[in-house]
């Protein structure tokens, strides 16, 4: 690393862009021949000294990167470490980027008992915090990606999950010193872990670390911030192991009472109710969940519908999407079907109301969802009273109406627009048809 390496810049510029634009795959022999003639030690010492030259250092970054990414190029970077050390400090984003894919390319292609002591010898988390943190937001992505990747050891388990809480790696510590940007950035890290296994999550829960997500949102006045947070909880929801680990948060709680606040922001109010849909959509989080939450948050869900009739209209579809989202589950069918007075009536309501366009759409889904369009075949029939309530809601609907049928009343919406046709038939026309058979009587049609 001593030897002086002089190449022309001009001439170094040309070839690297011509090779980091290349299409398709990079094979380990075309990385090889470009180093052939580039030497690596050339190029970082070109980054080095080379700063100011036009577009040089983003076509050697983009080459790099390249490289490093083939099991040749990769097979160097434990040559090159203090390079890499020196890139994750840098005043360039572009070379902090090309750090942290480094130390992911590292830790994901490279023998794991060799990746690992080069990353404890080297003190190399800390300094992925940092871009975390202080990097902008591709350098950030790329830092988030190399620590998932380093929580894939045991060894890089208890790095990041320390044990003494007072650690100032630890991610509830970093978080409480960070800025609102760097929270919602830790935040984010702790959601990309907890999708990673069932047993990273398990950690994440052992740390208490979910806990920060509903503190940043409890605690935060700042609309942007909730929204960005609220995100990353519909995130987490999404991944397939969320319902256990969420049960023993304060989650569903916190979810109730953003959508029972009706002096909130009603973008904050329908992503609570978005997020809510799609936890109960699982039927394991039926199981997870006390049957006094599962509730509460549905009753409030029920109360806004009562503030929603005549005003946004967004807020409104939002809850009808979120109640064909738990209606999806047999469970939560059963359950919104089961209420005194059934919540799934204002679903029924706005499903054959032609005043509102994009209300009646949601309901449309919404209600083939509950109906069972897409549970499985075991589970489309509901309980008995649940069917019949389903069942009495149609039937209460269509006698209020000139119709007085069910089928009058789905006849009428295909009578409508292309895309209430559409809907009707992909979400009701098939489900709802063989239920009006199936469960209700053919001879009043």
């Known amino acids: 690393m001593e030897e002086e390496f002089s190449v022309d810049p001009s001439q170094l510029?040309?070839?690297?862009?011509?090779?980091?634009?290349?299409?398709?795959?990079?094979?380990?022999?075309?990385?090889?021949?470009?180093?052939?003639?580039f030497p690596l030690p050339a190029i970082i010492s070109a980054l080095q000294t080379n700063v100011d030259f036009p577009g040089l250092e983003s076509a050697l970054v983009d080459c790099l990167e390249r490289i490093f990414r083939t099991k040749y190029g990769t097979s160097l970077i434990p040559h090159y470490m203090p390079f890499v050390l020196v890139g994750l400090g840098a005043d360039s984003q572009k070379v902090r980027q090309l750090a942290c894919i480094s130390i992911s390319c590292l830790l994901e292609n490279t023998d794991r008992r060799i990746a690992v002591q080069l990353v404890l010898q080297h003190g190399v988390y800390p300094l992925l915090l940092g871009c975390l943190i202080d990097g902008d937001e591709q350098v950030a992505s790329a830092s988030t990606d190399a620590i998932k990747a380093f929580a894939s050891y045991p060894e890089g388990m208890e790095i990041i999950f320390p044990a003494n809480t007072n650690e100032e790696t630890h991610l509830e510590s970093l978080a409480a010193k960070s800025s609102s940007l760097g929270r919602v950035r830790v935040l984010a890290l702790i959601v990309k872990l907890f999708s990673t296994s069932s047993s990273v999550a398990s950690e994440v829960s052992k740390s208490n670390l979910l806990n920060l997500l509903e503190a940043e949102v409890s605690n935060s006045n700042d609309t942007l911030v909730t929204l960005s947070v609220l995100e990353l909880i519909y995130e987490l929801v999404e991944v397939?192991?969320?319902?256990?680990?969420?049960?023993?948060?304060?989650?569903?709680?916190?979810?109730?009472?953003?959508?029972?606040?009706?002096?909130?922001?009603?973008?904050?109010?329908?992503?609570?109710?978005?997020?809510?849909?799609?936890?109960?959509?699982?039927?394991?989080?039926?199981?997870?969940?006390?049957?006094?939450?599962?509730?509460?948050?549905?009753?409030?869900?029920?109360?806004?519908?009562?503030?929603?009739?005549?005003?946004?209209?967004?807020?409104?579809?939002?809850?009808?999407e979120a109640l064909g989202q738990i209606g999806s589950s047999f469970q939560g069918a059963t359950m919104i079907l089961s209420t005194t007075p059934p919540i799934a009536r204002h679903v029924v309501d706005a499903a054959f109301d032609r005043q509102q366009h994009g209300k009646q759409l949601a309901a449309l889904h919404s209600l083939g969802n509950i109906a069972g369009e897409t549970r499985t075949e075991n589970t489309v029939l509901l309980t008995s009273?649940?069917?019949?309530?389903?069942?009495?809601?149609?039937?209460?609907?269509?006698?209020?109406?000139?119709?007085?049928?069910?089928?009058?009343?789905?006849?009428?919406?295909?009578?409508?627009?292309?895309?209430?046709?559409?809907?009707?038939?992909?979400?009701?026309?098939?489900?709802?048809?063989?239920?009006?058979?199936?469960?209700?009587?053919l001879n009043s049609f």
């Open 13 to 37: 510029l040309e070839a690297a862009s011509d090779f980091a634009h290349q299409l398709g795959a990079l094979s380990d022999a075309s990385a090889q021949e470009f180093l052939n003639r």
């Open 240 to 320: 397939q192991h969320s319902a256990e680990f969420l049960s023993k948060t304060s989650i569903l709680q916190l979810l109730s009472s953003i959508i029972s606040n009706g002096a909130a922001e009603s973008i904050l109010r329908s992503r609570a109710m978005m997020i809510t849909g799609r936890l109960l959509s699982k039927e394991n989080a039926f199981a997870f969940n006390d049957e006094s939450s599962l509730r509460d948050v549905l009753s409030a869900i029920d109360k806004r519908f009562d503030f929603l009739e005549s005003r946004e209209a967004d807020e409104c579809e939002c809850a009808l």
């Open 385 to 441: 009273a649940a069917e019949e309530n389903l069942r009495s809601l149609i039937y209460d609907k269509a006698s209020k109406t000139s119709k007085l049928t069910p089928s009058g009343l789905l006849l009428s919406v295909l009578q409508q627009d292309s895309e209430i046709r559409i809907a009707v038939r992909m979400s009701l026309y098939t489900t709802l048809s063989l239920y009006l058979h199936s469960v209700l009587s």
